[in-house]
């Protein structure tokens, strides 16, 4: 199986090749105009030389254009030389090169002597360079007459230009040669200016591309990883960022500043939010490992006691005067059973009870009727639970809530209430009514509630004291939420001022 490669990879590929190519192409297009520009630009200035050049010369030279007349058109024709980097050479009547600022050694070669001449035997420029036509130009010498006069001709540029004019006579020329491909390093880099200037453009910006590409894909590729870890069952796997191998959250002290929160960009916040989301959940399958704990243990105790108790009166063990006795035992086993098949019904059901079927009632009613099915409880651990309902509405107050799911959230309440008061303790329900809601508040003088357990007290399994194994779900005040939230009214937990135990508080709507 091929080995997928990394989004970083990928996303340095396919940005680098893309870059490559539309620098390829500016290059390539910038540089063509460049060098056809620069070419026609040195053509233009060697036709000119060889004009101003020719221009002097006619006035300079006998009657023939055989010969200078003055020796001051040496001046004028070194200067021009020096200023185009060119070879001028001035051509008489009789194709003789009189004058000269140099000649290619291989150029020399194949020139021959003019055996008339009179004058030293001048080089003879052979008849086929010679400009006939009596025209202007400057072409590349292999496109010329000199083709086989100079070495390696197509990286030449002849420019010539007649000296006057007489009929369809030759006059003779001024010829200005110059090599236009570059010689050394410092020429060549001269002549390809524009795309070495773009190849360095490139790998500049493939240099900020794999910097920018790494800052980008390394968090994705850390949470693809990440992901793939949780996936495969380690709940301990976290994206760490940066040199320190941070481990990012939602929940740390510094990112509660608006201004560092500001600054972070949306892969930082990307990451803060998974991780957090893999600790809740990691959190969450801890305790459900617990909860399954709790109920296996629950399970286990009363269905083992049940067993043994029904397996003694079989075989006897248990006298039949005795019975009543144990049956007694065997009915709260069976309601502790019942309880808890019931909690873990309600989670199960939470997300599609339906709609809550909304109705007019009486408050106080519903929560004496509470009362009443609590009383079993109450007397056998002696615990006295007092209604103080506000003194502004003594005999009923009207509610509007789904009064089934309403005393679903009570009877968790109370009975959470009841299993953590002590033997002989005092619960206290409280009602305090207000323009739009009343608030009912379910205190007692139990342990109460720690500070560092009242964030997690409503969270789904989660049981404060992790010592009493046997007593509650950790499901019930999870449940009262779920109901009291979808209610569209408000629920928390603290300590009670006036017993010194736990205090569940939760509104209910006034029509």
């Given at each position: 199986?091929?080995?997928?490669?990394?989004?970083?990879?990928r996303?340095?590929?396919?940005?680098?090749?893309?870059?490559?190519?539309?620098?390829?192409?500016?290059?390539?297009t910038y540089?063509?105009?460049?060098?056809?520009?620069?070419?026609?630009q040195?053509?233009?200035?060697?036709k000119?030389?060889a004009?101003?050049?020719?221009?002097?010369?006619?006035?300079?030279m006998?009657?023939?254009?055989l010969?200078?007349?003055?020796?001051?058109?040496?001046?004028?024709?070194?200067?021009?030389?020096?200023?185009?980097?060119?070879?001028?050479?001035?051509?008489?009547?009789?194709g003789?090169?009189?004058?000269?600022?140099?000649?290619?050694?291989?150029?020399?070669?194949?020139l021959?002597?003019?055996?008339?001449?009179?004058?030293?035997?001048?080089?003879?420029?052979?008849?086929?360079?010679?400009?006939?036509?009596?025209?202007?130009?400057?072409e590349?010498?292999?496109?010329?007459?000199?083709?086989?006069?100079?070495?390696?001709?197509?990286?030449w540029?002849?420019?010539?230009?007649?000296?006057?004019?007489?009929?369809?006579l030759?006059?003779?020329?001024i010829?200005?040669?110059?090599?236009?491909?570059?010689?050394?390093?410092?020429?060549?880099?001269?002549e390809?200016?524009?795309?070495?200037?773009?190849?360095?453009a490139?790998?500049?910006?493939?240099?900020?591309?794999?910097?920018?590409?790494?800052?980008?894909?390394?968090p994705?590729?850390?949470?693809?990883?990440?992901?793939?870890?949780?996936?495969?069952?380690?709940?301990?796997?976290?994206?760490?960022?940066?040199?320190?191998?941070?481990?990012?959250?939602?929940?740390?002290?510094?990112?509660?500043?608006?201004?560092?929160?500001?600054?972070?960009?949306?892969?930082?916040?990307?990451?803060?939010?998974?991780?957090?989301?893999?600790?809740k959940?990691?959190?969450?399958?801890?305790?459900?490992?617990?909860?399954?704990?709790?109920?296996?243990?629950?399970?286990?105790?009363?269905?083992?006691?049940?067993?043994?108790?029904i397996s003694?009166?079989?075989?006897?063990?248990?006298?039949?005067?005795?019975f009543?006795?144990?049956?007694?035992?065997?009915?709260?086993?069976?309601?502790?059973?019942?309880?808890?098949?019931?909690?873990?019904?309600?989670?199960?059901?939470?997300?599609?009870?339906?709609?809550?079927?909304q109705?007019?009632?009486d408050?106080?009613?519903?929560?004496?009727?509470?009362?009443?099915?609590?009383?079993?409880?109450?007397?056998?651990?002696?615990?006295?639970?007092?209604?103080?309902?506000?003194?502004?509405?003594?005999?009923?107050?009207?509610?509007?809530?789904?009064?089934?799911?309403?005393?679903?959230?009570?009877?968790?309440?109370?009975?959470?209430?009841?299993?953590?008061?002590?033997?002989?303790?005092?619960?206290?329900?409280?009602t305090d009514?207000g323009?739009?809601s009343?608030?009912?508040?379910?205190?007692?003088?139990?342990?109460g509630?720690?500070?560092?357990?009242?964030?997690?007290?409503?969270?789904?399994?989660?049981?404060?004291?992790?010592?009493?194994?046997?007593?509650?779900?950790?499901?019930?005040?999870?449940?009262?939420?779920?109901?009291?939230?979808?209610?569209?009214?408000?629920?928390?937990a603290?300590?009670?001022?006036?017993?010194?135990?736990?205090?569940?508080?939760?509104?209910?709507?006034?029509?």
């Amino acid at each position: 199986m091929r080995k997928r490669l990394s989004i970083y990879t990928r996303t340095l590929l396919i940005i680098s090749l893309s870059i490559l190519v539309i620098f390829f192409v500016l290059g390539f297009t910038y540089g063509t105009v460049y060098s056809l520009s620069a070419d026609l630009q040195r053509k233009e200035e060697l036709k000119r030389n060889a004009v101003e050049l020719a221009w002097l010369t006619e006035n300079r030279m006998d009657a023939s254009r055989l010969t200078f007349t003055s020796t001051d058109i040496t001046g004028h024709i070194s200067f021009a030389a020096r200023s185009t980097a060119a070879f001028v050479w001035v051509v008489n009547a009789n194709g003789e090169i009189i004058y000269h600022t140099g000649i290619p050694t291989e150029t020399i070669s194949l020139l021959e002597g003019s055996p008339d001449s009179d004058y030293g035997g001048d080089p003879l420029l052979p008849a086929h360079a010679q400009n006939a036509l009596h025209t202007v130009y400057c072409e590349s010498a292999d496109k010329t007459g000199f083709a086989e006069l100079l070495p390696d001709a197509s990286r030449w540029l002849v420019a010539s230009a007649p000296i006057g004019s007489h009929g369809d006579l030759y006059t003779g020329e001024i010829i200005l040669v110059k090599r236009h491909l570059p010689q050394g390093l410092a020429a060549f880099f001269l002549e390809h200016n524009v795309p070495l200037s773009f190849f360095i453009a490139y790998i500049l910006s493939l240099l900020i591309i794999i910097w920018l590409s790494r800052n980008i894909t390394r968090p994705i590729s850390q949470l693809a990883k990440t992901a793939n870890s949780v996936y495969a069952g380690d709940l301990s796997a976290r994206v760490r960022l940066g040199g320190d191998k941070q481990t990012l959250t939602l929940d740390e002290a510094e990112y509660e500043d608006v201004s560092s929160r500001s600054r972070e960009d949306d892969l930082t916040r990307l990451v803060r939010t998974f991780n957090t989301l893999i600790a809740k959940f990691e959190e969450r399958e801890g305790l459900h490992s617990e909860f399954l704990g709790n109920v296996s243990h629950d399970l286990r105790t009363p269905v083992t006691s049940i067993g043994g108790f029904i397996s003694a009166m079989q075989d006897g063990t248990i006298p039949p005067e005795k019975f009543d006795y144990y049956l007694g035992i065997i009915k709260e086993e069976t309601g502790r059973l019942e309880q808890l098949i019931n909690d873990l019904f309600d989670d199960s059901v939470m997300e599609d009870s339906g709609v809550l079927k909304q109705e007019v009632f009486d408050l106080y009613g519903l929560i004496r009727q509470v009362k009443q099915s609590f009383e079993p409880m109450l007397s056998d651990k002696g615990i006295s639970l007092e209604l103080v309902f506000d003194r502004h509405f003594q005999d009923e107050v009207r509610v509007v809530a789904d009064a089934a799911q309403l005393t679903r959230v009570l009877n968790n309440i109370i009975g959470n209430a009841v299993r953590y008061t002590p033997r002989k303790g005092i619960i206290l329900v409280t009602t305090d009514i207000g323009d739009r809601s009343v608030t009912v508040c379910v205190e007692d003088n139990g342990p109460g509630i720690p500070a560092e357990d009242l964030p997690y007290i409503f969270d789904r399994f989660y049981k404060a004291d992790k010592s009493r194994q046997g007593e509650g779900s950790g499901l019930g005040l999870y449940i009262a939420r779920a109901l009291v939230r979808r209610h569209g009214q408000q629920i928390d937990a603290g300590r009670s001022e006036d017993l010194g135990g736990a205090r569940i508080r939760f509104t209910v709507a006034r029509p």
